[in-house]
């Protein structure tokens, strides 16, 4: 067996950082403490993603081990990894949420979504043409790692469950209508 | 062919009066309260007027059509859940008598298929079912001539009220209470819609699906369905969804034993976006790709023309 686990290797890792001062550098010290060698890093200051984050990206030398240690001390730190290797969040996901979303906590809605599924949010829209006080539709777009789409539809369901929320859900996996 | 037709709603009268346009004779004809028997064929016409004007299709016992002399029953009474009576004793009834039975009511076969295949086995007669599943639309014969085997999944719309709703809510920006109040009106939707909006007729549907597609002799019934109907579709909902290219349908999926039944988002233009009553069903193909199914799901002589197709095929 060749001890490949030991070659060091390039990655680009991309993250979504708050925009606050410091964000940077502590996205940066998990993977200088990890073992990773930086090599450039490119942050795209003017372009904010939905949610008001910003993109940046980072390459750097790591043995595969190395790496996942990296990626898992990340987000440990609580920092948004976008895409780590070749793993890319590379399946998308529209739904409808409706009920009353708004009383229930929507952003609550969304980071439970989002904690327990590994799905990003990566748009929304919200129709509430009677007030916040009434019903509601959200539609949610959501990236997932390939092949984890079904598992998301789990949780979001769970979750919907709980706040009494109704879902409209894709075609499954394999339905493209 | 000769006929013994159980039940004289919209079905059963169009059963009876195409019946001679696709060359059999109706021996006996029933609805709950009387029955009309004659082993030289009866006069459809005659009967399906004393029916319109009096109610009644004749001065026999209704339970005499069971016994009469026939190659074929209908049956074609109201779908009832749990037993599927009296439907199922109908059906039980021809099968001990070696005779083929013919359904266009889903109780039988989404409620108690292994009882009826059980009753098939032990008889020189056939069991077919085709009008309880999409109307006018060949789902289950076309399932049969790929082999259930090839069919990997089974997903459609398959209620008309429903697609109705949602298709109207859709392109009026409408609430459900308002469409629904609509199809009333238009006779599209029932006094009582429950099934239809509920999602329970698509379930039923759905799960006659999963029993023929079953291939390790597992059953399934109404209680084994995850249904989900449309009652809380909202006008905003449709309105998100079409700003995205997409639109809102009641879908049935019968995938690997599952059925599920929901609202579900699918794009605009897809095939499975049929709009206003009309029914399609998508069948995947282990061989041949997709294959959609479009058509009328409802209705007198749409269902009747399965029945009688069901008939030509014994």
Do not use: C, W
């Amino acid at each position: 067996m060749s001890d490949s686990t030991d070659e060091v290797r390039s990655y680009t890792v991309r993250l979504e950082l708050v925009d606050e001062p410091g964000e940077l550098l502590r996205a940066l010290e998990p993977i200088a403490n990890n073992g990773g060698n930086l090599l450039s890093i490119f942050h795209e200051r003017g372009n904010v993603t939905p949610r008001g984050h910003i993109p940046v990206e980072v390459d750097l030398e790591a043995t595969p081990e190395r790496f996942d240690g990296i990626v898992d001390a990340l987000r440990d730190a609580g920092i948004n990894v976008i895409q780590a290797g070749a793993e890319q969040y590379s399946e998308a996901l529209t739904i409808i949420l409706t009920g009353h979303l708004v009383n229930t906590d929507l952003s609550d809605t969304l980071s439970r979504i989002h904690e327990s599924t590994d799905a990003t949010v990566t748009d929304l829209s919200l129709s509430a043409p009677g007030g916040t006080d009434d019903a509601s539709s959200a539609r949610i777009r959501l990236a997932t790692e390939e092949g984890a789409v079904d598992e998301a539809m789990r949780s979001i369901r769970t979750v919907a469950d709980e706040k009494g929320l109704h879902v409209i859900e894709p075609l499954a996996a394999g339905g493209d209508a | 062919m000769r006929l013994a037709v159980i039940g004289a709603g919209a079905v059963g009268s169009a059963v009876v009066e195409l019946a001679s346009d696709h060359g059999h004779s109706v021996t006996a004809f029933a609805d709950s309260s009387s029955a009309v028997i004659d082993s030289a064929g009866i006069d459809t016409a005659a009967v399906l007027d004393r029916k319109r004007t009096d109610g009644i299709v004749g001065s026999d016992a209704p339970e005499d059509a069971l016994s009469a002399e026939y190659d074929v029953l209908v049956e074609a009474t109201p779908t009832t859940l749990g037993d599927a009576e009296p439907g199922f004793s109908h059906v039980q009834a021809a099968l001990e008598r070696d005779r083929h039975a013919v359904l266009a009511n889903k109780g039988p076969v989404a409620e108690r298929y292994a009882d009826v295949r059980s009753l098939e086995h032990e008889s020189e007669g056939s069991v077919l079912f085709e009008a309880t599943v999409g109307g006018a639309m060949p789902i289950l014969s076309t399932i049969d001539d790929f082999d259930p085997s090839h069919i990997t999944a089974v997903r459609g719309v398959l209620n008309g009220t429903a697609n109705f709703i949602l298709s109207r809510m859709a392109t009026e920006g409408l609430d459900y209470e308002h469409v629904l109040a609509e199809a009333q009106d238009l006779g599209v939707a029932e006094a009582d819609p429950t099934f239809d909006v509920d999602g329970t007729d698509a379930a039923l549907k759905g799960v006659i699906i999963a029993n023929v597609l079953s291939d390790d002799e597992t059953e399934y019934t109404l209680d084994d369905a995850e249904v989900e109907g449309i009652q809380e579709i909202s006008g905003s909902a449709l309105e998100l969804a079409r700003a995205d290219g997409r639109t809102v349908r009641l879908i049935a999926e019968v995938v690997e034993g599952s059925v599920r039944v929901g609202p579900r988002l699918v794009p605009d233009n897809a095939p499975l976006a049929v709009s206003g009553t009309r029914n399609i069903a998508q069948l995947e193909t282990e061989h041949a790709g997709q294959l959609n199914i479009s058509g009328r799901g409802a209705g007198g002589p749409e269902t009747a023309s399965a029945v009688l197709a069901d008939i030509g095929r014994l």
